[in-house]
């Protein structure tokens, strides 16, 4: 079998050995995702901005500008924001994570079997699915981003961020981005195009509603069982890792921590949904 | 009647090992589930470089299995597949890069167009983007598509998707290209489009394996053809070497109104001159016949006493040659 690569080029056929072979079918997969997508640049935009948009402008414009009574109001108001714009960032990613992978993924297994001809790549399936990842994590960050200007345009009261380091920051967003692409792939792949909505509202819902988006972890101080239950939540440590990098000044999980724990739920997910991904296209 | 017959065997040729493009040996697909299924009970197979190979069988006679097992996209149970030398269970990266498929069901990436399709294909493959879109416009060219290059595959009518999709397999230029069902839901005039990209394709030197339940399609198309049922090669040869041995002869189904006595008819028609042989069906009776001439008003007048009903007769194809390894039709 090893003579394979001299008779390759004894057939007739283009020399077409070595790892570049790997990096261009990569590639290609990128470039093919990133035309599909400017394709629907608007409604990108609009899918990934709306959300925390929306989100800014109540709890950060309305709500302060309301008069008495309401316990959002007043001082609250401005901090809330600070709180507000990590969060709103995890959620970003999050839902960009869902709907860049899971959706598109769903229907490229269902009956069009669109996802036949990029199996068939001259690379491991596994790069298929990886490649997924690296492109929803892509979308992750952009939708992450926009959060910044939002945050600073929208409220009341601007907030800006407070990044003090840059390589914590880039570490976390690229880290998160990829949980949340594998944490998409995990649900595309192994989730029938039906019960995609049932999905969304069962796990995703929930564990951005529990993952210290809208409030920080060492605020759940008087509820010991919340406090810890949420550790099993991934979405905890994306939404504490961008608040120790974004606004340290609020409260936040060690960074250590933060890190330990978005490495070993990426290599979970990623593992799941690669898995996941294979038990779908190999019989 | 099962397993490769020793009659069956293909002409000898003085061709060293490594000229076999594809070699299938021993294949085993056991599906487990609820439900034990046996796709693939032994196949062995040689397909030589060049040449036009087809896979003739019924529905679920493992034919899709095979191909799925030769492009990596099925695990057999055991036995081996190798392309071009590469084990597709080892390698099936490697294995990939000599392979082009088209599927049994249009699998055309509805987001891009059809250019598209072509180009982004190339690129999956390696090809730099000035040679992926050359490539991809003389695919256009080649296939009469070019005037389609920015529809998308919802727009096209399924013999066009089907050119697309061979397009597609061969832009990369692989040593082999396996074809399932590639005239599957095809209008006649389609499937002869079809057919001819098939030949052009030969030309060029590419491998082909294709599956079909078509048996006229086999015999036009294939250099060589296999028959398999329920996950075994029955026969195996060029097609006039398999109506040679195994059906040069018609099949005449007399269907009887009264089926009591049809027993006492098969054994009254053995004996006529021209016939092979009869036997028993559901019906009536089958009569195996080496010359029909004169043939057809004996049957009808032996029969007469049961009645008559309906008479239908198969001229010397794969399709008889099916029939009588099997007993039953293609079809059915
Ligand atoms: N994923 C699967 N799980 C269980 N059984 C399967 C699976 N795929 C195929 N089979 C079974 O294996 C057998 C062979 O199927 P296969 O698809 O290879 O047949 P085929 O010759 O391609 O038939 P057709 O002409 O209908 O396409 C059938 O009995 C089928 O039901
Ligand atoms: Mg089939």
Redesign the pocket.
């Known amino acids: 079998m090893s003579s394979a690569a001299s008779e390759m080029t004894a057939t007739g056929a283009p020399n077409r050995s070595g790892g570049m072979v790997f990096l261009k079918a990569f590639a290609g997969l990128f470039l093919r995702d990133l035309r599909v997508l400017t394709r629907e640049l608007g409604p990108f935009l609009l899918r990934v901005g709306m959300q925390p948009l929306l989100f800014l402008f109540v709890f950060t414009f309305v709500m302060p500008h309301m008069s008495s009574g309401n316990p959002m109001a007043g001082g609250a108001g401005t901090s809330f924001g600070t709180i507000l714009l990590p969060g709103l960032m995890a959620v970003a990613i999050m839902f960009s994570g869902i709907a860049a992978v899971a959706l598109p993924l769903s229907t490229e297994f269902g009956i069009t079997r669109e996802i036949d001809d990029r199996v068939m790549c001259p690379v491991p399936v596994a790069a298929v699915a990886i490649e997924k990842i690296c492109f929803s994590a892509m979308q992750s960050i952009i939708g992450a981003l926009m959060v910044i200007p939002m945050a600073i345009w929208i409220p009341a009261k601007p907030v800006y961020p407070e990044i003090q380091n840059w390589l914590l920051f880039a570490l976390v967003l690229v880290m998160s981005s990829l949980l949340a692409g594998a944490l998409g792939l995990t649900i595309g792949a192994s989730v029938n195009p039906k019960q995609i909505g049932l999905v969304f509202s069962i796990i995703v819902v929930p564990i951005t509603f529990l993952g210290c988006v809208y409030y920080p972890w060492a605020g759940l101080k008087q509820m010991v069982w919340l406090q810890y239950g949420v550790l099993f939540n991934p979405i905890v440590y994306m939404s504490e890792g961008l608040r120790a990098a974004v606004t340290p000044s609020v409260e936040h999980m060690p960074v250590w921590a933060i890190l330990l724990a978005l490495t070993f739920f990426l290599g979970i997910l990623g593992s799941l949904g690669v898995r996941a991904f294979l038990r779908r296209v190999i019989s | 009647m099962r397993g490769i017959s020793p009659d069956a065997a293909e002409i000898p040729l003085p061709i060293p090992m490594n000229s076999y493009i594809v070699e299938i040996k021993a294949l085993k697909k056991v599906y487990e589930g609820k439900q034990r299924v046996v796709a693939l009970d032994g196949i062995d197979l040689e397909v030589r470089q060049g040449e036009i190979f087809g896979l003739l069988g019924p529905?679920?006679?493992g034919?899709?299995?095979t191909?799925g097992i030769c492009t990596t996209r099925t695990l057999p149970t055991s036995g081996t597949v190798t392309i071009n030398g590469i084990d597709v269970v080892a390698h099936p990266a490697r294995a990939r890069q000599f392979i082009g498929v088209v599927p049994?069901f249009n699998t055309l990436d509805r987001s891009l167009t059809i250019y598209e399709n072509l180009y982004f294909h190339c690129r999956y493959f390696g090809m730099p983007h000035s040679e992926a879109k050359s490539r991809s416009n003389a695919l256009l060219a080649q296939f009469l598509l070019s005037e389609r290059g920015k529809a998308y595959p919802a727009q096209l009518s399924g013999g066009m998707a089907q050119r697309v999709q061979i397009a597609r397999a061969i832009a990369h230029r692989p040593l082999v290209l396996f074809l399932?069902?590639p005239s599957a839901g095809l209008d006649p005039q389609s499937r002869i489009a079809m057919w001819e990209a098939v030949e052009g394709l030969r030309k060029e030197g590419i491998t082909v394996v294709l599956?079909t339940h078509y048996m006229e399609e086999a015999d036009a198309l294939s250099d060589r053809v296999g028959i398999v049922d329920r996950g075994r090669m029955l026969a195996l040869g060029t097609p006039q070497v398999l109506k040679d041995t195994h059906g040069a002869r018609t099949v005449i189904d007399l269907k009887l109104r009264n089926i009591d006595g049809a027993d006492s008819i098969a054994e009254k028609m053995k004996v006529l001159a021209g016939v092979d042989g009869a036997e028993r069906i559901p019906e009536g009776v089958r009569v195996f016949a080496g010359n029909v001439d004169g043939l057809l008003p004996e049957l009808i007048q032996v029969c007469s006493p049961l009645g008559l009903r309906d008479i239908s007769i198969a001229e010397p194809s794969l399709e008889t040659v099916f029939i009588h390894l099997t007993g039953r039709d293609l079809r059915e």
């Open positions: 529905n679920g006679a034919k899709t299995t191909i049994q399932d069902e599956t």
